[in-house]
């Protein structure tokens, strides 16, 4: 029951740019897009989240289109610690994770 | 410190058995959850506390039971336990349940074997 679309798996090489897309074609004005991630089988981690501008914190930045009907999140160096399922949120009266992105960083 | 706690981090025990998951958070959130991840790894929302209130049931069996004390402590207690509910188990809270403000932050998990 996710707003989302996400990419069951991707692949990026260590210190480059991972850009992971998110589908949210049914999004309404008010509704926040999150990011999470969660390491192998700890606890899931917040990651960041936006309205409509774009957003940067220490790990990673969100880019959200102008119409607001999808998103990317960017790691800008992915490390070997990156590897990880990387779920996007539309948060509607609670946050419900979908399937999510497994990222792979290789070496 | 440990912002969200939760005990045990592993319990194995009978079909039929009562048994119960502890979690506190020393963050001075107002709002608490608790999530089950299967085996598929699907991670699925079961209850949601604001300010000890129950705000959120998600057709969960009566079997579960969640109970908050007071706003740092959301305890989750299994009756008549059964193979369907091993799992995973996460306590999670954040600062509100407004859209804005509704960040995660979870436990460790606990897993829970049911033979």
């Known amino acids: 029951d996710a707003k989302t679309t996400q990419p069951p798996s991707m692949d990026c090489a260590e210190g480059r740019a991972a850009n992971l897309p998110c589908n949210h074609s049914t999004i309404s004005g008010n509704e926040y897009v999150y990011w999470y991630r969660q390491i192998h089988s700890q606890g899931p981690q917040y990651i960041i989240h936006?309205?409509?501008n774009n957003e940067t914190n220490e790990m990673a930045s969100l880019i959200i289109t102008e119409d607001r009907k999808s998103s990317t999140l960017i790691l800008p160096h992915a490390t070997l610690r990156d590897t990880a399922v990387y779920y996007c949120?539309?948060?509607?009266?609670?946050?419900?994770f979908g399937a999510g992105t497994r990222l792979t960083v290789k070496p | 410190d440990t912002a969200v706690s939760q005990t045990p981090k592993y319990l194995v025990t009978q079909m039929g058995n009562d048994k119960s998951i502890k979690c506190e958070q020393n963050?001075?959130?107002?709002?608490m959850y608790w999530y089950k991840q299967d085996s598929k790894k699907f991670l699925k929302i079961m209850f949601s506390y604001n300010n000890k209130e129950l705000i959120i049931n998600e057709t969960v069996p009566n079997r579960f039971s969640p109970k908050s004390p007071d706003k740092a402590h959301l305890n989750l207690h299994i009756n008549s336990l059964e193979l369907g509910d091993s799992a995973v188990y996460f306590c999670?809270?954040?600062?509100?349940?407004?859209?804005?403000?509704?960040?995660?932050?979870f436990g460790s998990g606990t897993q829970l074997s049911v033979l």
């Open positions: 999670a809270s954040s600062p509100s349940r407004v859209g804005h403000n509704e960040k995660l932050f």
């Open positions: 949120i539309v948060r509607v009266e609670a946050m419900r």
């Open positions: 936006g309205l409509k």
């Open positions: 963050l001075g959130h107002d709002t």
